[in-house]
């Protein structure tokens, strides 16, 4: 990675990391709504267990937990995380959530096909680079078992956020990442069978 996107990185993870220390749960209780298509997905795929990549400070996460799943949230920002487990507790789902202090620029703290499903709501549109990118999806597949789900959402042209902020040269490599539709996008690994 150039010098110029690890200080991007690193300012992006201070930012995070502050914004949470002075405005806890800023997102509020209820869950995104791409969080709900998830869970509805997941339980018709026969879901157990997920992983959520740049939880934050758990909203989605503490509902896949109320929804009967359990979860792996992670997050580079350990205020989010911390905001997160004192949430569990205070709603009786601590026993089904796990976080994990994690940078998705390193590979996942697990072992491969272990995994039932993937939940990524805006992880993909932090300063990463297009390499970078590739790696985090390789990681998820690597960790999911075969016929496991992926659920995950980005910014494009339509979203009522686009063109504000400042560009950089990363945003307009990673544009060929994002699809072109507003909803939440599916993914599933291709069972043994169907690599054949």
């Not at 503490?62 to 799943?69: C, I, N, P, T």
């Not at 959530?97 to 993909?124: I, K, S």
């Amino acid at each position: 990675m150039a010098g110029g996107d690890k200080d991007l990185m690193g300012a992006q993870r201070a930012h995070w990391q502050d914004t949470y220390t002075a405005h806890a749960g800023m997102y509020g209780a209820q869950p995104s709504a791409p969080a709900v298509h998830a869970a509805d997905v997941f339980r018709r795929a026969g879901v157990k267990d997920v992983l959520e990549l740049g939880a934050g400070h758990g909203r989605d996460a503490l509902y896949f937990a109320r929804e009967g799943f359990t979860v792996l949230a992670t997050d580079f920002s350990a205020a989010g995380l911390e905001q997160l487990r004192s949430a569990a507790r205070q709603q009786g789902v601590a026993g089904r959530v796990t976080t994990a202090l994690h940078d998705v620029r390193e590979p996942l703290p697990l072992p491969d096909g272990t995994v039932d499903a993937v939940f990524a709501h805006m992880l993909l549109c932090t300063a990463l680079s297009t390499e970078e990118i590739h790696a985090v999806v390789g990681e998820i597949r690597r960790v999911l078992r075969p016929g496991g789900t992926l659920v995950y959402t980005v910014r494009h042209t339509d979203d009522a956020h686009y063109g504000v902020g400042t560009a950089t040269a990363m945003t307009s490599t990673n544009t060929a990442a994002t699809p072109s539709t507003s909803s939440p996008a599916t993914c599933s690994t291709p069972s043994p069978t169907a690599e054949r």
